[in-house]
């Protein structure tokens, strides 16, 4: 089975031991207030481990082990439930998913016609029981026979009414957890009152919820998922609950004013077969890394009392119901640095340099840390564990430090004391800190960059030049080059008529370069030259890149899931200076590219005849060595790159064995050496323009 999750490899007797004791206190602490050491995947993969040594080891299970048992059999309570409030078993993957409703519906002895499709909600779970249309008590889960009573805590949950609509004698069960804004609020009570935080939103609702004695409240959000009624009440509003299918259930519940996920982006469906329960579940996937509240999973159960009753439950979780666990969003791990950078716009914002974890998919590295205020209000430090949150295209960040994690060799986070980018004086009036220059920090290396020979090539713009045009508030960013004046450039010092009409002329020029080199102009931080025209190739016009989100990005060769959010962050914050671009008539389409009108839209091929042709490179890497000659003798290295890339080839600048082919001119050295040895196709400048002759 490929798609197996993990699993800590247990080796022996004592090492088996040792991790039952980890995974039960971590359970304790985390059931109690949220304090594990272990993030999910850490202990997921812990149980794992024990259920896998279990399996070779039947003889050896220890009493004390979280196998099989709900909440990992280390919480107790002393109030029972009326009926077990049980667990979940987990599939990880589709096929999985397909193999378990092949054995329920083996089980039944017939299909499944309704499965109800509902957000796995991360919080904890909890029973409401109402009688006569009033809310009288909460339970906790407990260890499913049995649960702790909370209600000192009715009257903060939103979402779980004093009253319902009808005097009706009922239990609701659903989650109580915090939103993001409950989470923040929790956390400024928290952080007024003794300088910390919570690590994360399941865990301050954990806390919350269990807390008796704090001088604080904080509010929680309830979510029902079930109800049912007392065992012997014989009412007809009873037999209906015990009888209507799941959904209708839910639906009834809402109509009782209590909140279900009903009127959320991920409220519950009724699907009728697996490919629609597959979509389902793809589509709250999607939505999770905008939804105000934490979903770790989504819920399957059969919709009818008659599968649920026939397939019944194992000690720990029901047969007719399994969650669909999603990729954990958020690990713990080691805050190391904090580095200082100053924009475009001239603020200094933080980032977080961690120790590199795997999180949704990719390896993380760096999170924001949005401010200094922010940084303060979190407490953070530097060696704390951090929680880093990362779901789908979203920029990771930190989300707070784990306090019980700290050693006590954790360092205060130092602030800048001068801008980095320049050293000058950092205005601190706002929460975010600003280089007292403004965009003019980093003007200057920003416009430099973009009239270069690479980008705008616009000569005579020299960066004392541009320093001049600053200094007399004639430009802020090079957007303003394309409104500049006669009159403007002749009034600068040492500007003569000649070489401001030279001036104007090849600003006037620069308005027709290519997209790709317009595209690398705007200094999009991780798109250079070449990943410039990669982009500007596969979306043909500006209209197209702004257009395109997160995941279009990923699709251009070398965007990953980690750079594609930051481009499309820089593009928005971009915006007025690509407007300004393009109310100046600078040229914003890649030529030789027309965009193909498929859906998605953006995909590209050569123009001219409807058809798409085979380009000459297509598939291939080039790289280019040494002079130039013949027909391709004026072209700069920049040119021939483009024209690979114009010809469908990939431009490269190292020989690997990746490398399909090496344009070596006079004087190749060390790139020719290394294509021979790993027997790279070479050519000549001259051969090679006959590859391309199309195009030239
Ligand atoms: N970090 C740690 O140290 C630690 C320790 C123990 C457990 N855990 C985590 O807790 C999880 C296991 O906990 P669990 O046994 O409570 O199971 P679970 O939370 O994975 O699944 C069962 C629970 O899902 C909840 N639920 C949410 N939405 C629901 C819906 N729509 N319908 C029905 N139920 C819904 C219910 O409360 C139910 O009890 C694991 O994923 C594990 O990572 C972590
Ligand atoms: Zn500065």
Known sequence: MTDAPPFTAIIDETAYAEAVQLAADAAAAYYADGTSPLDDDAYDTLVRGIAAYEKAHPDHVLEASPTGKVAGGVVVGDVPHTVPMLSLDNVFSPGQLADWVASLERRLGRAVTAWSVEPKLDGMAISARYRRGRLVQLVTRGDGTAGEDVSHAIGTIVGLPGRLTDPVTVELRGEAMMTSEQFAAACAKRQAHDGTTFANPRSAAAGTLRAQDRPYVCELTFFGYGALPLPDDASELAQQLRELPHSQVMDWVAGQGAQTTAGTTVAGIVATSV???????????????????????????????????????????????????????????????????????????????????????????????????????????????????????????????????????????????????????????????????????????????????????????ADNRVQQLLDARLIADFGDLFFLTREQVLSLERMAEVSTDNLLTAIERAKTRPLSRVFCALGVRGTGRSMSRRIARHFGTMEAIRAADAEAFQQVDGIGSEKAPVVVAELVELGDLIDKLIKAGVNMVEPGVTLVGDEGGTSTRPSGSGEPVALPLAGMTVVVTGAMSGPLETLSRTQMNELIERAGGRASSNVSAKTSLLVAGEKAGSKRAKAEALGVRIASPEEFAQMVTQLL
């Open 275 to 461: 490919e629609q329960v597959q979509l389902r579940i793809e589509g709250i996937a999607a939505a999770r890394p905008e939804l105000p509240f934490g979903i770790d999973g989504i819920v399957i159960k059969a919709d009818l009392t008659a599968d649920q009753a026939q397939a019944g439950s194992s000690s720990r979780a029901p047969r007719w119901a399994i969650a669909y666990k999603l990729p954990a969003t958020e690990k713990i791990t080691k805050l190391l640095e904090v580095e200082w950078n100053t924009g475009r716009t001239g603020v200094i914002a933080p980032r977080a340099v961690l120790q590199p974890v795997e999180l949704d998919g990719s390896v993380v590295t760096y999170a924001t840390l949005h401010n200094v205020a922010d940084i303060t209000r979190r407490g953070l430090m530097l060696g704390d564990s951090v929680v880093v949150y990362k779901a789908g295209d979203v920029i990771p960040r930190v989300e707070s430090p784990v306090v019980h994690l700290r050693t006590g060799d954790e360092r205060p986070i130092g602030f800048p004391q001068v801008c980095p980018a320049c050293g000058d004086a950092i205005d601190t009036s706002q929460e975010r800190w600003r280089c007292v220059r403004g965009r003019g920090c980093r003007a200057i290396a920003s416009i430099g960059y973009a009239v270069g020979r690479d980008q705008l090539d616009i000569e005579g713009l």
